[in-house]
């Protein structure tokens, strides 16, 4: 029973980040921030938590900083990012 729970979890990890595309981006402050096709959401190279709110809505958490990412209709993406000391902005490609 305790296999297939964590079978089927790790089954809704993945499914969460299906619609993510590959990205690079760097964030103000020294955030780099790197998502694999499909897969999962890094920053500054550890993985983050990724939370999905829409098909077309991500947010990646890790140690304070959350990264808020936006797929849009025509392929393009809109991140920007939070701090903890409440610092935020706009993230571009890198």
């Given at each position: 029973?305790?296999a297939?729970?964590?079978?089927?979890?790790?089954?809704?990890?993945?499914a969460?980040?299906?619609?993510?595309?590959?990205?690079?981006?760097?964030?103000?402050?020294?955030?780099?921030?790197?998502?694999?096709?499909?897969?999962?959401?890094?920053?500054?190279?550890?993985?983050?938590?990724?939370?999905?709110?829409?098909?077309?809505?991500?947010?990646?958490?890790?140690?304070?900083?959350?990264?808020?990412?936006?797929?849009?209709?025509?392929?393009?993406?809109?991140m920007?990012?939070?701090?903890?000391?409440?610092?935020?902005?706009?993230?571009?490609?890198?």
């Amino acid at each position: 029973m305790l296999a297939v729970m964590v079978s089927e979890f790790a089954m809704i990890g993945a499914a969460n980040a299906a619609g993510i595309p590959q990205l690079n981006y760097n964030c103000p402050t020294g955030i780099e921030v790197h998502a694999d096709k499909g897969g999962y959401v890094y920053i500054n190279g550890e993985e983050a938590s990724l939370k999905k709110f829409s098909s077309n809505s991500y947010e990646a958490t890790l140690r304070g900083i959350t990264i808020s990412i936006t797929l849009n209709p025509d392929e393009t993406v809109d991140m920007s990012y939070t701090r903890r000391n409440g610092a935020n902005g706009i993230c571009t490609p890198d």
